[in-house]
């Protein structure tokens, strides 16, 4: 309890003190001499370059990542199980291994504000997803090396494409920054537009060293919105697992190895198209539940369809369906988190994380659902009651910050979990 009464103290003195001086906003003295326009030009040539500095690498990276799990999944179409005299639960557990927390997202919240991060997260996914839907053409490629130099096909798949991974990482390791704070090669005019741009939106400055790790966490535990939103994107989550066996799921359809690979490339390209639309139009539009909501609805639908038919065309229409539905609301539940759970920078950075990583265990139990081919009556039921939880959690969620955008503009206090008095003071409000 001690912990506890250490941290809303913390809150209630960070909060007074805070009060009197609103840095957030202030207009930063590199910027001051110009006039709106020339800071409008200034900030679309800053974050463009931001965008060719970032993205790339983070694009890159994500790709690799899901080729790698892609391998996985492909290799047991090309008979890893046999070699190894796996059993079901084996390589169950083999895939559930490379779902280890990792918070890319929270590196994007560092440098790009409310208005900018949905899209942001939508590109950023769209390198899982290309992940996704090339990484079987690639295998089909790589699987020809079957027996050369004496090492199976599913070998060659993981040699390969796990060099690449590794190079890559340790290069993008060199280039990325650290913070917005010292960009290579920025200037100091534009990295005071990136500090100002975030900050303004904010209403607060941004300091990582407001209070300690184990006080964000504390707060993070302690505020509603992070579980609200950790049940939303679990249940979401939970029923995107069936991309971890998306060329088992097509196969289950009748179609010969590399025809199933082939076939798993397009609802990945749709998911793309789809995710990078919804990402930019929530931005655009500054609402957040309707691009939830809505794309769940549609996986509902998807999974009704897969559940209830043996349909070859059916059955394909919903694979199409489904990461397009489930990714395009999950990039927006990751920017309605970003942004709600925001200050101090210490409580976002732990929610992140928390949320994370709570959010990537569905990856290790849905894996054992999937047993019954080619149905898959069981996962597909699990996929359809989770799309289901998550629109309602999604529901909630809205109504909840409804309410309390409703209590600060009674002038109400939220407490030690809502925003600090310095943003309420400046017209924070939370997206809906």
Not at 203 to 226: F, N
Request: with cysteine; hydrophobic share 45%.
């Amino acid at each position: 309890m001690t912990d506890v009464k250490d941290t809303t103290q913390y809150v209630e003195e960070f909060d007074k003190a805070n009060v009197t001086h609103d840095e957030a906003i202030e207009l930063p003295a590199s910027l001051a001499g110009l006039s709106d326009d020339e800071i409008k030009k200034l900030g679309v040539k800053t974050t463009t370059k931001l965008d060719l500095v970032i993205m790339p690498a983070l694009v890159i990276l994500y790709i690799l990542n899901y080729l790698d799990r892609q391998n996985v999944a492909a290799s047991k179409l090309a008979n890893i199980m046999k070699d190894l005299d796996m059993t079901v639960q084996q390589y169950n557990t083999a895939v559930s291994i490379l779902f280890a927390g990792y918070s890319a997202f929270y590196y994007l919240s560092m440098f790009y504000n409310r208005k900018q991060i949905a899209f942001r997260t939508a590109v950023l996914y769209s390198g899982s997803q290309l992940g996704n839907a090339f990484g079987t053409l690639f295998a089909i490629a790589i699987l020809k090396l079957d027996g050369r130099y004496g090492l199976n096909g599913w070998r060659w798949l993981f040699l390969i494409e796990g060099i690449m991974t590794v190079g890559f990482a340790i290069i993008f390791a060199c280039i990325l920054p650290n913070s917005p704070r010292k960009i290579r090669g920025f200037t100091q005019q534009q990295q005071d537009w990136l500090r100002w741009n975030y900050e303004s939106d904010q209403k607060q400055q941004d300091h990582s060293d407001e209070i300690t790790a184990k006080q964000g966490l504390l707060m993070a535990v302690q505020d509603p919105k992070t579980w609200l939103m950790c049940g939303t994107l679990y249940a979401t989550y939970t029923a995107a697992a069936v991309n971890n066996f998306f060329p088992t799921v097509v196969a289950g359809l009748g179609f010969s190895r590399n025809t199933s690979y082939g076939l798993t490339a397009p609802p990945f390209v749709l998911c793309v198209i789809c995710m990078l639309i919804n990402g930019f139009h929530s931005d655009k539009t500054q609402e957040r539940f309707l691009h939830i909501a809505l794309p769940l609805v549609i996986t509902v639908i998807a999974n009704i369809i897969a559940v209830s038919t043996l349909n070859v065309a059916a059955r394909y229409v919903a694979t199409m369906l489904m990461p397009a539905s489930f990714y395009s609301s999950s990039i927006v539940q990751l920017a309605w988190i970003s942004g709600s759970l925001s200050q101090p920078a210490v409580k976002r950075a732990a929610s992140i994380a928390l949320i994370n990583c709570i959010c990537n265990t569905p990856n290790i139990w849905t894996s054992y659902t999937y047993y019954d081919s080619p149905r898959y009556v069981a996962a597909f039921g699990v996929n359809l009651g989770a799309a289901v939880i998550a629109m309602a959690m999604a529901t909630a969620t809205f109504f909840y910050l409804r309410r309390q955008n409703v209590k600060m503009d009674q002038g109400r206090s939220l407490g030690k979990s809502g925003p600090t008095i310095v943003q309420q003071a400046a017209g924070f409000r939370y997206l809906l």
